[in-house]
């Protein structure tokens, strides 16, 4: 099992510093500081056994949160292969809010998930999904990256 997932980072885009815990955070206040962001995020997200520690540090406060860290409460953690990004798309920017699409392989094909973050006490912030929702959806099907910005870490 592979849970490695290979992140941006840049000394302009971010993250600027790392918590002991591993969390990444302080990202340049610019759309493609939100992109580093979000390319972290989905790393931060996809570590199960750290999950709970790193919802509250990653999402927007606020009762989506509170009822996103209910649900992994209840849940118990798993360890399933991590999850490499291939390509984005950024839907729309502006100066504090900034909504991307993150393609990432799935069997031949590619599956994207859709993260909104927002400016909030100097970082950027997961935009939490409606409770019940999982993080990313809507999902969608896309049989190659013809509309997104190709992205490899690896």
């Known amino acids: 099992m592979n849970n490695r997932v290979v992140v941006p980072r840049s000394t302009t885009h971010g993250p600027a510093k790392t918590d002991p815990?591993?969390?990444r955070r302080c990202f340049a206040h610019s759309p493609t500081g939100a992109l580093f962001a979000a390319y972290n995020a989905i790393a931060a997200i996809g570590d199960q056994h750290k999950?709970?520690?790193t919802v509250p540090?990653?999402?927007l406060p606020g009762p989506s949160t509170d009822a996103l860290l209910k649900e992994l409460n209840d849940e118990s953690p798993t360890d399933s292969e991590a999850v490499q990004l291939a390509g984005y798309r950024i839907l729309d920017a502006t100066t504090d809010r900034v909504t991307v699409v993150l393609a990432v392989p799935v069997?031949?094909?590619y599956m994207s998930l859709n993260?909104?973050?927002v400016w909030h006490h100097g970082d950027w912030?997961?935009?939490p999904p409606p409770p019940g929702e999982p993080?990313?959806?809507p999902f969608s099907q896309h049989r190659d990256l013809d509309d997104f910005v190709t992205w490899k870490g690896l």
Do not use: H, Y
């Open 57 to 59: 540090k990653l999402m």
């Open 135 to 137: 993080v990313g959806a």
């Open 125 to 127: 912030r997961v935009v």
């Open 107 to 109: 069997e031949s094909e």
């Open 115 to 117: 993260l909104t973050l």
């Open 51 to 53: 999950v709970l520690a």
């Open 21 to 23: 815990d591993g969390f």
